[in-house]
């Protein structure tokens, strides 16, 4: 298609048009991309803080086992000690009915 010509008049008017035009598409761009990089840092903003809820959940759960793991040694330990202590107070008991028991005698099960 052939551009028509333009007086010089119509040629300075259509390029000073095409440039604010330009301008206007400059400065809209620039606000979109400042409102696009502001909800970019609010995203990040937000990840991080879910990122450190995270590691505070994790660190709590973290100590909540620990004192479980902590707290079935020490439940196992005192179970041990409290076989220890019935068998030892068998076999004292069993030397014991044994020195009582007149010869001949068995003591009753």
């Given at each position: 298609?052939?551009?028509k010509?333009?007086?010089?008049?119509q040629?300075?008017?259509?390029?000073?048009?095409?440039r604010?035009?330009?301008r206007?598409?400059?400065e809209?761009?620039?606000r979109?991309?400042?409102e696009?990089?502001?909800?970019?840092?609010?995203?990040?903003?937000q990840?991080?803080?879910?990122?450190?809820?995270?590691?505070?959940?994790?660190?709590?759960?973290?100590?909540?086992?620990?004192?479980?793991?902590?707290?079935?040694?020490?439940?196992?330990?005192?179970?041990?000690?409290q076989?220890?202590?019935?068998?030892?107070?068998?076999s004292?008991?069993?030397?014991?009915n044994?020195?009582?028991?007149?010869?001949?005698?068995?003591r009753p099960?």
């Amino acid at each position: 298609m052939a551009r028509k010509r333009r007086s010089g008049a119509q040629q300075r008017a259509y390029k000073i048009a095409r440039r604010h035009e330009q301008r206007c598409q400059n400065e809209r761009f620039r606000r979109s991309l400042a409102e696009l990089r502001a909800h970019e840092r609010e995203i990040v903003d937000q990840d991080y803080e879910l990122f450190q809820q995270l590691q505070r959940e994790a660190e709590v759960a973290r100590h909540a086992q620990e004192e479980a793991v902590r707290q079935a040694q020490q439940e196992a330990t005192r179970q041990e000690e409290q076989e220890e202590e019935i068998e030892l107070d068998d076999s004292d008991s069993d030397k014991e009915n044994n020195l009582v028991l007149p010869i001949g005698r068995t003591r009753p099960r």
